[in-house]
């Protein structure tokens, strides 16, 4: 799914990589604990997260993940921004709740990760 | 574990590649107002078994090989394309992934699509079965020369010395309770890894068992210090810290388990799965810890002809 | 108003502890306590990663219809007590969040309004 229609889907507000919404994501990866996208989270996800700090950009970072969307309608400060737009990130904020940004991207084909079951 | 959850390299590529990655783009076309005949030469030339309907560039129809034998069955060799042809068809757009032609194929059973334009719906190839295995096959190929280029330049920084024993050296120092500043070491090590040329696997896993250990520094202890030892085989990453320790090893390293006050909690970390993620991403993790004094984790990444089992 | 028996059924979610004879009004996706202390809405099914004990003072305060932890993650021992004390239905999934989240939502449950 291309992150112009991902953007137009949620409302969203692009902060960061506005010429890249072409590029396409393949796996939806919602948490807002970034333990649980370092252990699940694939480069070609978008990362739905509630959670807002520099730790969200670091973890997104780490596992060569290229997107992010920021949920529940929490800014970015300068920093965060600036972190993003260092790291070649892609930024979206929506002001939609988790629950609804998740069965919105679901509905239009995003896919998961499918049954995880207890791998560790 | 999980076998669920586990897609090929192949049906990633499914999702990666466009049709227009892989379809034929030198397209034979024959008008509908043609007779049934001046297929002949074409199929047979060709060795083609399909071909697009065009009039004025806009697709009609398509006919089969299996069309043209049995209009030479009934002796309706003159009879014009238009009424022979499939009218009703179903094509693809060159922009969508070849993902989408995979479904299409199992779905209609068919042995080709013709691929047209999103803008203006003009053909602009066609795609078959064929098509999808060699530009899978292709893209494989230079996926596997990328990574032996990688490997190449990975071991070329150790071929360059001679020593006796030898490995670099990356050490960062990790202040206690200070979250700002999670996460400079595990990227710092990540980026310099892969500037000298690992794999990029490699450098993802090795990043996030560092990263899980460093945000473990911050949150729980006085602080601390990684050295990550770059060595000819492996990766060996040893994090220290002045304490306070941890009294039962076993039950931190079981999923789930933790110790994190809510200020952790609510920073996005602290549920239980720090410990359990790096074993996850290292090949080999040693944990020793005495109460009060401190802990010592050593984590080691193998570096090539070897892929852990996830 | 959809109940949590046919969700649990639907979605072949494990049920763990609790009654789930009841109506759901809406879902609710957070693995923050203060966030779900803050906005989450009565009745609402909440989908979390999160199985420390807290959670089951939170489901209570908000007087939530249940919880579901995803990517097969097992309650604590605590919370598994404290749900049964409370008779909060504690669900199990091994999907993660994002995919529960969207089979409940082609189910018609939404996320809460503004």
Known sequence: MKLLEIKELLEAEVVSGEDNLDMEVNLGCAADLMSDILAYGKPDSILLTGLMNLQVINTANISDIKAIC??????????????????????????????????????????????????? | ???????????????????????????????????????????????????????????????????????????????????????????????????????????????????????????????????????????????????????????????????????FKFQYFVEGKNFDKAGEAATGLKKTLYRLGLSPEIVRRTAISTYEAEINIVAFTKGGQIIAYLEPHQIKIVITDKGPGIPDIKKAMKPGFSTAPGWVRELGFGAGMGLPNIKKFADKMTLRSKVEKGTHLEIIIKLSDYRKED | MINLKDIVQKLGLKVVTGDIDREVSAGYASDLLSDVIANAQKDNIWITLQTHVNIVAVANLQELAGIILVNGRQPEKATLQKAEQENIPLLLTELPTFEIVGKLYELGIHGNRG
């Not at chain 2, 008008?31 to 083609?48: A, E, F, G, N, T």
């Not at chain 2, 009039?55 to 009934?74: A, M, P, Q, R, Y």
């Not at chain 2, 494989?140 to 990574?147: C, H, K, N, Q, R």
């Open chain 1, 70 to 120: 920021f949920v529940r309608g929490k800014k970015p400060d300068e920093n965060i921004i600036k972190a993003a737009r260092n790291n070649n990130l892609i930024v979206l904020l929506t002001n939609l709740p988790m629950f609804e940004t998740c069965g919105r991207l679901y509905k239009k084909g995003l896919k998961g990760l499918g049954y995880l079951g207890l791998d560790m």
């Open chain 2, 1 to 167: 574990m999980d076998n669920i959850r586990k897609t090929t390299k192949i049906q990633e590529l499914t999702y990666e590649l466009k049709i227009k990655d892989v379809m034929s783009k030198n397209v034979e076309t024959v008008s509908s107002k043609m007779p049934v005949s001046s297929l002949r030469d074409i199929l047979y030339k060709k060795r083609i078994s399909g071909i697009p309907i065009v009039n004025d560039d806009k697709l009609v129809g398509i006919i089969s090989i299996e069309d043209f034998i049995t209009c030479l069955e009934h002796g309706e060799m003159d009879a014009l394309i238009e009424d022979k042809m499939t009218k009703n068809i179903q094509s693809l757009y060159a922009d969508e992934l070849l993902v989408h032609a995979v479904i299409k194929f199992e779905k209609y059973g068919f042995g080709r699509f013709p691929v047209i334009s999103r803008k203006d719906k003009k053909l602009v190839g066609i795609i078959t079965k064929s098509d999808i295995i060699k530009g899978v096959l292709k893209k494989l190929e230079t996926a596997y020369l990328d990574e032996e280029e990688r490997r190449y330049r990975a071991s070329h920084i150790f071929n360059d010395v001679v020593a006796d024993e030898l490995f």
